[in-house]
Every structure is written in structure tokens, then in C-alpha cells.
């Protein structure tokens, strides 16, 4: 790699000429390239880590313009994954990006976790950081974390040696939890949280100052309030191989809205008739979570149904329940209603 590039870094006392070798050796996987990737992403590649990946299944829409810098208008429905690692590429020749134009799930995160030496979540779906931390503990990786709510985020880093890992917190998924999406986000936190990230990562693979394992730092970016607390280590010897499979693995069928209105099917959706986006649809069906059971015989059963919410989580619920009263043909919808709405606002084919 060009010297010059990284000199200024390199003069600092506690980074020097090696401190970049441990740099340019180290490898990073980057879980999102939503808000928190498009934050930590740049940073990483400017300080010189040799090889980056980046991992997610998405496009660019509209909304995400406004705090995912790595994009533009003309990037408008191209896989999020790809465009960033080319942008990046273009800007840092030296180093090796790799995108995986696909979501992170059971079948693929042992096996793409095994290349890279430290992981970072940089993903607003609490199921998939779930997922990182149980394949992060099977392939012996450390992960980065962070989580944004409004004008706050959080930040740990998990799994280092005999650190603890998100479980010692958080045991099990909550019922629901907002995404940015529902709960509305500002570009400055997501970037600052991003940032963090970024110097997590640097102060491992450097070796210097302190980690925040086995404690989390909570920011409020809009009282200037910061808040570090200790948490427990608790035994993960449950999480084994079989846990994982039998934890992830999919027995309700995912598709995207795109592939989904190339079908002949019905568009279910189970959140309540007061949330919004409110969506107008064709083969549109909105039949809330908590009446789904009592409303069977209104859902057609001769073409796919197509399931989805404001976050996912009830969505899933709804396709089990379907799948033991024998429904064939369920579908998840890999979009939740505001990224639907999102992307379908262009068309025409949604009012409210």
C-alpha cells in the first residue's frame, strides 16, 4: 500500500509503521450497508484494513439517500452491497472489497464469518444480530455492535477472547422492536455511532487503549449524555452447531417485494388498521395479528400469500400460525411496509 496515504496515522506514536502492517493484515465483515455501514465503511477503508467485506441484499431507495452517503439518485435500486464496494474500491485501489449481494442467514454466515477476522453489526434487524452473535461464537470472531433509536445508540464489542456476548445482555429477541424505519433516525447519530464502530475496530487489531467489552456505552447525541455500564458474563456453551440450524434455520419461505408482484398472489398484511404507511395494492388484505385466527376463511388459499408488517417479527408469527392450519404457498416478505411504501411511492401504486 502507498505510504504517503496513511502517514498522518502512521505518525501517531502508538500506531507507527507496524501498527499499519496490523492494519493492512486485517480483515473486517461488515453485516449492513444501511445507515451504520455507510458510517463505518469509508473509515475503515481510509485507515488501510486489507481486506473489507460487505454483506446485504437490499437496494437503494429514496429514503436512504439522507444518511447513507455512499450513495446517490443514479444508484436508485441497485444492490446496496456492490455499489458500496465499488465506490470504495474506485477511492481505495490498494485494498480488497468484497461485496455478497445477499442477506445474511443460517446457510451462508459460518462459512463467509470464516474469512474475515472480526465482524460488525451494523444491521437494524434484531433477528440477523442475533444470528451474528451465535455464528460470531461458533467461528471464534469477535463483532462489533452498535444500535441506533432516535437520537441515541449504543456501542459493545463482543466475543473477544473471554468477553462476554450480546446474550449476557439481551438473552432472547424481544416481541418487537422499532426499527429507523418506525422510530425515525437523524444522519449525525447514525454517523456517530457508525464512527464508533470504526474506532472499536481499530483499537483491536491495533492493540491500544480500551475496548468496550463487557460493558456498553449508551450516548444521547441530543443531551450530550454519556452512560457505561458493566453487564455479566454468562456461559454460551449452548450455542452449539445444531442450536444455530435449528435456531435460523427458515422454515417460512422469504421473497422480495419484486419477485412477489411478478406472482399471481395475495398481499397479506397484519398490522393494524392506525399504522402507517397506510397501502392501497392490488390483491391487498389487511388483517391485524391479533384476528388472524378468527378470520381464516377470508384468506385465499388458491394463489401465494405474501405476509408482511411494520418490522418483520409479526409477520413471521402470522406465517406459523398459517403453516399449522395447513395454508400452503406463505410467503415472508423479505421488505417491511415502510421500505414497500418506500419503493412503491415511485410506481403510482400506493396512496396514503
Do not use: W
Amino acid at each position: 500500500m502507498e505510504k504517503n496515504r496513511y502517514l498522518r496515522q502512521i505518525t501517531l506514536p502508538q500506531i507507527g509503521q507496524k501498527g499499519q502492517e496490523k492494519l493492512t493484515n486485517a480483515s473486517v465483515l461488515v453485516v449492513g450497508a444501511g445507515g451504520l455501514g455507510n458510517a463505518v465503511l469509508p473509515y475503515l477503508a481510509s485507515s488501510g484494513i486489507g481486506k473489507i467485506g460487505i454483506i446485504d441484499g437490499d437496494v437503494v431507495t429514496n429514503s436512504n439517500l439522507h444518511r447513507q452517503i455512499l450513495f446517490s439518485e443514479k444508484d436508485l435500486n441497485q444492490s446496496k452491497s456492490k455499489t458500496a464496494a465499488e465506490k470504495l474500491q474506485m477511492q481505495f485501489p490498494d485494498i480488497l472489497i468484497k461485496n455478497y449481494d445477499d442477506y445474511l442467514n443460517v446457510d451462508n454466515a459460518l462459512q463467509i464469518f470464516t474469512e474475515f477476522d472480526l465482524i460488525v453489526d451494523a444491521t437494524d434487524n434484531i433477528n440477523i444480530r442475533y444470528l451474528i452473535n451465535d455464528a460470531c461464537i461458533l467461528t471464534k470472531k469477535p463483532f462489533v455492535h452498535a444500535s441506533v433509536y432516535r437520537f441515541q445508540f449504543q456501542i459493545a464489542t463482543f466475543n473477544v477472547e473471554n468477553s462476554g456476548n450480546y446474550r449476557c445482555l439481551y438473552p432472547n429477541p424481544p416481541q418487537e422492536v422499532q426499527s429507523c424505519a418506525e422510530a425515525g433516525v437523524m444522519p449525525v447519530t447514525v454517523a456517530m455511532a457508525g464512527i464508533y464502530q470504526a474506532n472499536e475496530v481499530f483499537k483491536y487489531f491495533l492493540n491500544i487503549g480500551k475496548l468496550l467489552t463487557d460493558k456498553m456505552l449508551l450516548v444521547n447525541s441530543l443531551n450530550n449524555e454519556q452512560h457505561l455500564f458493566n453487564y455479566k458474563k454468562k456461559e454460551a456453551h449452548y450455542i452449539t452447531e445444531d442450536f444455530f440450524v435449528n435456531e435460523y434455520s427458515q422454515k417460512i419461505n422469504k421473497i422480495s417485494f419484486k419477485e412477489a408482484k411478478e406472482l399471481n398472489g395475495t398481499f397479506l398484511d397484519v398490522r393494524n388498521p392506525e399504522e402507517k404507511p397506510k397501502i392501497s395494492l392490488e390483491n391487498y388484505l389487511q388483517i391485524p395479528i391479533l384476528n388472524l385466527e378468527e378470520n381464516l376463511d377470508k384468506i385465499p388459499t388458491e394463489n401465494p400469500l405474501f405476509i408482511f408488517c411494520q418490522s418483520g417479527k409479526r409477520s413471521e408469527v402470522a406465517a406459523k400460525i398459517l403453516i399449522e392450519k395447513n395454508f400452503n404457498n406463505i410467503y415472508c416478505l423479505m421488505e417491511n411496509a415502510p421500505e414497500i411504501n418506500d419503493k412503491e411511492n415511485k410506481t403510482g401504486l400506493f396512496a396514503g
